[in-house]
Every structure is written in structure tokens, then in C-alpha cells.
């Protein structure tokens, strides 16, 4: 008899309705992984972000046919299902099931924790939908399971590098290029979520994960193209690691380019992809005068993606440890020290290298 194998997809979460706006900002902004502040501060910092950027933030969301909530919750349901099917071919003895754990809102991780044992699962994979590891997403999201789950587990911490990832981003590039009329004199923007410049020095690897991973797209792209990885959503006064999104926007914009602008750490639609980059860089593209404008779609259920977190969790359950990465073991070099592998004597970096041929 086969095992029950559960699946844990982990992801932010998003408000399913106006009234869950504030709720939703509040809960993400009193994480102390996000506001690394003491505790009395960062829940009246928490209330008082929350309060003030409700009413702009529930206009966004109404812009989105999603009935005034995030669709991230839809998109990932659906790549829970895709997952299952293509599980369903690897480990045909088995019994797979996805469940999903919101940090922020429903189904929180405590929900989908419960969820996993009335199931009474014999292997547990979890399963972070942040390519890049960061401390604020993917180690937020795992601290939040350890409190609620108290059995054993395999744990994937990112995959920015695996070959199917990688290639189902330049799919969807070349796809959303060949749309727009294969226009010359291109500026790609490779977008993600921006952090804190004091998280970076603080050891997070993400920065690095996400310009190494831009590198390897780039050197699939025409040769010719711009491309310039770049980070949105700043919120808050302390310094953001850049170059801002929006700035490139303008640089490229009034240098009359195509602007061609995917996102590399968001793999779902939601408010970052539909309405920053799908409409409010839109008009400063338009504005500034550049040639076109297109934004390439989140990776949603392309069969790279889905065959990236099929392999990555199939790779899980074979091995003797607890923890890896695309690499299989440490991923980062050893300067990152928020990476949540030990280190090693050898060169993570060299993998690096190896992955990417």
C-alpha cells in the first residue's frame, strides 16, 4: 500500500474581500520578519500602516476581477491541482494531496497545519511558492509552521536556478515579446518585491538569488536586449535595495524603448502583477513616451513551473536530509548567513556555476 503524501504550498496570502484589507495589512506588517521592531512598537506601527493604506489599497484590489480580493488564493488552488496531477504520474503507488498555507490571511498556516494531521499524512513536503529564499517569506512562512506542526517533514527552501523554472520565465518572456511584434530596441525588466536594504546586510540571500537567477535569463534573451533586474513595492522610510522598478520604468520609457517587464518572484497573479505592474507602470511608461509597453505574465500553471515544484518535491522525499535546495544541498555562497542551510566547506557558489551550464 502506498504512502499519503501531503504537499505544503505555502504563500502570502491575499484579502478575499474590501472588508479584509486591513486585517490582511496588519497581520503582514506585525510579522517581525517583516518589521524588526520590538513588540508594543511594531503592533502600533502594524495599526497605524494598516489604517492608513487601507483605502488606497482597497481601490487596487477593486481594479482586479476578483470581486474586491486577491486571486492568489484561486491561482494557487489551481496549481495545487495541476501539482497533483503531475504527482499523480511520478508516484503512481502513492496518495497526494496539496494543501495550502497562507502567511496572512485564509487559509492560514495553523488551518492547512490542522488540515495535515486529520489527513494523517505518513511523508510531509513542504513546499515554499517564493523561488527565492528570504528570510521575510519563505523563513517567516516555515517559522509559522513550526509553531503549528509538530511531525516531521521535508522542506524545500527555494528553486531560482532549476533549469524548468528558468526556461518556463523565458517561455513566457519570448511569448508576451512575440505578442507585442517582436519589436526591436527592447528594455526587460526583471521585477521582483523589493527588501530592506538592512535585511540584505543582515545575511538574507534573496538579492542574490534574484540577480543570479536574472543573469541566466538574460543569457537566454536576444543578445541585443536590455535587461535589468530591478525591485518594486517599497513601503515604509528605510532605504530599499535597487534600482527601483519604477525608475527604470522612466529610464527606459523616455528612451523611447519597448518595455517588456515580467515578474521573477512572484509566481501568481495578484495585486503586484495585475495592478502595479499590469497598470500603475503602465502610465508612467505611456507618460514618459516609451515605444510600447507589455508585461509578461506570472508563471501561474505553465508546465516548466509545475514540473519545477513536481521534481522539487519527488527530490524531497528521497533524501536523507531535511532541508534542500535546487542545488540539493546549500545553494548560497557563505557570505549569505540568512540561508537556512549550514555551511559547508565547499564553495556553495560552484553549484551555481554547474546549474547553470
Not at 506585525?30 to 524588526?36: E, F, L, S, V
Request: proline share 7%.
Amino acid at each position: 500500500m502506498g504512502r499519503r503524501v501531503a504537499v505544503v504550498l505555502f504563500n502570502l496570502g491575499g484579502p478575499d474581500k474590501p472588508a479584509s484589507v486591513q486585517p490582511f495589512l496588519q497581520n503582514l506588517f506585525r510579522d517581525p520578519a517583516i518589521i524588526r521592531a520590538p513588540l508594543p512598537l511594531r503592533w502600533f506601527l502594524a495599526r497605524l500602516i494598516s489604517r492608513t493604506r487601507a483605502p488606497a489599497v482597497i481601490k487596487n484590489y477593486a481594479m482586479m476581477d476578483a470581486g474586491g480580493g486577491s486571486p492568489l488564493l484561486r491561482e494557487t488552488e489551481f496549481q495545487a491541482r495541476a501539482l497533483e496531477a503531475e504527482l499523480a504520474k511520478r508516484l503512481p503507488g502513492d496518495e497526494i494531496k496539496c494543501f495550502i498555507a497562507m502567511r496572512y490571511w485564509h487559509p492560514f498556516t495553523e488551518e492547512a497545519a490542522a488540515e495535515v494531521k486529520r489527513w494523517r499524512a505518513d511523508e510531509v513536503v513542504l513546499l515554499p511558492l517564493y523561488p527565492q529564499f528570504s528570510t521575510t517569506t519563505t523563513g517567516s512562512s516555515l517559522e509559522a509552521w513550526k509553531k503549528s506542526f509538530s511531525g516531521a517533514a521535508k522542506t524545500v527552501c527555494c528553486f531560482p536556478f532549476e533549469e524548468n523554472f528558468v526556461s518556463a520565465h523565458v517561455d513566457r518572456i519570448l511569448e508576451a515579446h512575440k505578442k507585442a511584434g517582436a519589436p526591436e530596441q527592447v528594455t526587460l525588466l526583471l521585477s521582483a518585491h523589493g527588501l530592506p536594504e538592512q535585511v540584505v546586510r543582515d545575511g538574507d540571500p534573496y538579492q542574490w538569488q534574484c540577480e543570479t537567477m536574472a543573469e541566466m535569463i538574460a543569457g537566454r534573451v536576444p543578445a541585443h536586449w536590455d535587461v535589468i533586474p530591478c525591485y518594486q513595492s517599497r513601503v515604509g522610510p528605510l532605504k530599499w535595495i535597487g534600482p527601483a522598478t519604477e525608475a527604470e520604468v522612466e529610464r527606459a520609457a523616455k528612451a523611447k524603448k519597448h518595455i517588456l517587464i515580467a515578474p521573477i518572484a512572484f509566481v501568481s497573479e495578484h495585486i503586484e502583477t495585475l495592478v502595479e505592474l499590469g497598470e500603475e507602470y503602465r502610465l508612467i511608461a505611456e507618460a514618459d513616451g516609451a515605444a510600447s509597453y507589455t508585461r509578461v505574465e506570472a508563471l501561474g500553471t505553465h508546465p516548466g513551473f509545475i514540473h519545477t515544484l513536481a521534481q522539487e518535491t519527488v527530490s524531497a522525499l528521497d533524501m536523507k536530509e531535511t532541508i534542500r535546495s535546487c542545488a540539493g544541498g546549500r545553494l548560497c555562497p557563505a557570505d549569505w548567513t540568512g540561508c537556512p542551510h549550514a555551511v559547508k566547506h565547499q564553495k556553495a557558489g560552484e553549484r551555481v556555476k554547474e546549474l547553470a551550464g
